[in-house]
């Protein structure tokens, strides 16, 4: 069979500070640069994503793949029309070239805002679904953070979402949703679609697969496949988009349609069941610091604190400095945190060599309410160019391009800076700078939950603190404008009510 194959990702946080223009999606950062038609298979190969694996799993079979285009940037705030006109407009054009052609796979995230769109996903849908026509099957992968809309669901055969989170099984789930296509080709006909909204929001920190009541939850749903119930997936949904989507969802698919809305009732009937257990211990910058030195000093392994309002992997732009000021203050030493991005400070340092002083204003260019640059001298203990490979679970194999990038030391602390913003997800970006990360006392990452793939295992004990960020740990908080009327705003939470135009 001829199937065409490509991609388009991003996780759109509306209350983020900067948006994704299309230069951003051709540097890539932490993920591959834009790749175009033979480009996409080097491209993505050996990486720990969804297109790889769908490639991967289809290839022995002697299928012809065409390959599109694929496209992937930082999460933030809104992609840009011009970005997002370009890269479907590149899509498009390269699958009418390819036409006809026996199936489309897109490897898509499923929370993309766009300035033009609230639905990026189901409108690149939309219109492949145009140009391919009703009965080609058009099969999707989603990230777990999906915000499920009824476009995404209508103009594809079948989706199919991660089922962990940190995200280790990106490339599974692109394999996963091969054997659906196989499906189809076996003489499947579409399969019905059972979808189940959940009507509260579910903080970020609270949807670790590694936590409970998460854990569970996902067990229970590879139990309900076979028997005429093909996939089902849950989507605990991406809490900072400001749109009627936004919010959790359970899908299930198959043949047998009683089987498949049973299976979805089960899954949305425990979810619900665990409204109460979606909680978090979340600490003040000053207090997790404090708690973390007092650990350290029995402990023989590093105490990992997640700076998670601001993870870049949720829209921040990892450059605020209320972590890094609680550090300083606390006098922590045998401590490092990352990544701190303020390209003119990593620049800088380059200026100025190794073992140079280095007095600037680090961080802090964002704008966000209660933060700054934090104002100090630090030494410069280490440069580099920014160009590693990743050996973690979730970013495995991820060739990282970060730009000119720098260890500056204050203190006992020490800062890895870089120009572009991966979350830090993986102890190679530490090690790159020149840090070992298990001889650390305390290691302070921006990110929410990805990183605990990694360095779950090197911990003694995580925490999480809430210092000032785009990434509001309690969703609650958001000035909300336009979610679904009633929709809970957290765990047992009020419902949203929107202002009316007189208030």
């Given at each position: 069979m001829k199937i065409a194959v490509g991609g388009f990702q991003h996780e759109t946080n509306t209350f983020a500070p900067s948006k994704a223009t299309f230069d951003q999606f051709v540097r890539g950062g932490g993920w591959p640069p834009l790749l175009e038609g033979a480009a996409l298979f080097d491209g993505v190969a050996g990486i720990n994503l969804p297109i790889t694996g769908f490639i991967d799993a289809m290839g022995p079979d002697g299928h012809l793949l065409v390959p599109l285009a694929w496209a992937a940037a930082s999460p933030s705030a809104h992609v840009t029309e011009d970005a997002f006109e370009r890269i479907a407009g590149l899509i498009l054009a390269r699958l009418r070239a390819a036409m006809p052609v026996d199936a489309v796979y897109l490897d898509l995230h499923g929370a993309m805002v766009t300035e033009h769109l609230d639905d990026g996903e189901g409108e690149l849908l939309a219109r492949v679904r145009a140009l391919i026509g009703p009965d080609v099957p058009l099969i999707a992968s989603l990230d777990l953070h999906t915000n499920l809309t009824a476009g995404m669901v209508r103009h594809t055969d079948a989706m199919v979402a991660y089922r962990t989170y940190p995200h280790v099984d990106m490339a599974d789930t692109g394999a996963r949703a091969a054997h659906l296509l196989r499906s189809r080709f076996g003489g499947s006909p579409r399969p019905y679609c059972a979808v189940r909204r959940i009507p509260f929001l579910i903080p970020l920190g609270?949807?670790?697969?590694?936590?409970?009541?998460?854990?569970?939850?996902?067990?229970?749903?590879?139990?309900?496949?076979?028997?005429?119930?093909?996939?089902?997936?849950?989507?605990?949904?991406?809490?900072?988009?400001?749109?009627?989507?936004?919010?959790?969802?359970?899908?299930?698919?198959?043949?047998?349609?009683?089987?498949?809305?049973?299976?979805?009732?089960?899954?949305?009937?425990?979810?619900?069941?665990?409204?109460?257990?979606?909680?978090?211990?979340?600490?003040?910058?000053?207090?997790?610091?404090?708690?973390?030195?007092?650990?350290?000093?029995?402990?023989?392994?590093?105490?990992?604190?997640?700076?998670?309002?601001?993870?870049?992997?949720?829209?921040?732009?990892?450059?605020?400095?209320?972590?890094?000021?609680?550090?300083?203050?606390?006098?922590?030493?045998?401590?490092?945190?990352?990544?701190?991005?303020?390209?003119?400070?990593?620049?800088?340092?380059?200026?100025?060599?190794?073992?140079?002083?280095?007095?600037?204003?680090?961080?802090?260019?964002?704008?966000?309410?209660?933060?700054?640059?934090?104002?100090?001298?630090?030494?410069?203990?280490?440069?580099?160019?920014?160009?590693?490979?990743?050996?973690?679970?979730?970013?495995?194999?991820?060739?990282?391009?970060?730009?000119?990038?720098?260890?500056?030391?204050?203190?006992?602390?020490?800062?890895?800076?870089?120009?572009?913003?991966?979350?830090?997800?993986?102890?190679?970006?530490?090690?790159?700078?020149?840090?070992?990360?298990?001889?650390?006392?305390?290691?302070?990452?921006?990110?929410?939950?990805?990183?605990?793939?990694?360095?779950?295992?090197?911990?003694?004990?995580?925490?999480?603190?809430?210092?000032?960020?785009?990434?509001?740990?309690?969703?609650?908080?958001?000035?909300?404008?336009?979610?679904?009327?009633?929709?809970?705003?957290?765990?047992?939470?009020?419902?949203?009510?929107?202002?009316?135009?007189?208030?």
């Open positions: 609270a949807q670790s697969t590694m936590l409970e009541p998460m854990q569970t939850l996902y067990r229970e749903l590879a139990t309900l496949e076979g028997n005429g119930v093909a996939s089902v997936s849950f989507t605990p949904g991406f809490p900072a988009a400001d749109f009627p989507g936004c919010g959790p969802a359970v899908f299930a698919l198959g043949a047998d349609v009683a089987a498949v809305d049973r299976a979805a009732d089960r899954i949305a009937a425990l979810v619900t069941e665990a409204e109460s257990d979606f909680e978090m211990e979340v600490f003040t910058p000053d207090d997790g610091v404090r708690l973390a030195m007092s650990i350290a000093q029995r402990a023989t392994r590093p105490v990992v604190i997640a700076d998670t309002q601001d993870n870049p992997g949720a829209g921040g732009n990892s450059d605020t400095t209320g972590m890094l000021r609680a550090l300083v203050t606390a006098g922590a030493q045998r401590a490092a945190i990352g990544l701190m991005v303020d390209p003119a400070a990593a620049r800088a340092a380059h200026t100025v060599g190794v073992g140079a002083e280095l007095t600037i204003g680090l961080g802090g260019k964002s704008g966000i309410a209660g933060d700054a640059p934090f104002a100090a001298t630090f030494t410069v203990e280490g440069l580099h160019d920014g160009r590693f490979t990743c050996t973690g679970p979730f970013y495995r194999g991820a060739r990282m391009a970060i730009g000119p990038a720098a260890c500056l030391r204050i203190g006992g602390i020490r800062v890895v800076v870089a120009c572009e913003k991966p979350q830090l997800a993986d102890q190679q970006m530490y090690r790159f700078a020149g840090i070992e990360p298990t001889t650390e006392a305390i290691l302070v990452n921006k990110s929410s939950v990805h990183f605990r793939a990694d360095f779950a295992p090197i911990a003694e004990r995580i925490l999480v603190c809430k210092a000032p960020g785009p990434m509001l740990a309690d969703p609650a908080d958001f000035p909300w404008r336009r979610l679904a009327p009633g929709i809970r705003l957290k765990p047992n939470g009020l419902p949203f009510a929107p202002m009316r135009s007189d208030q």
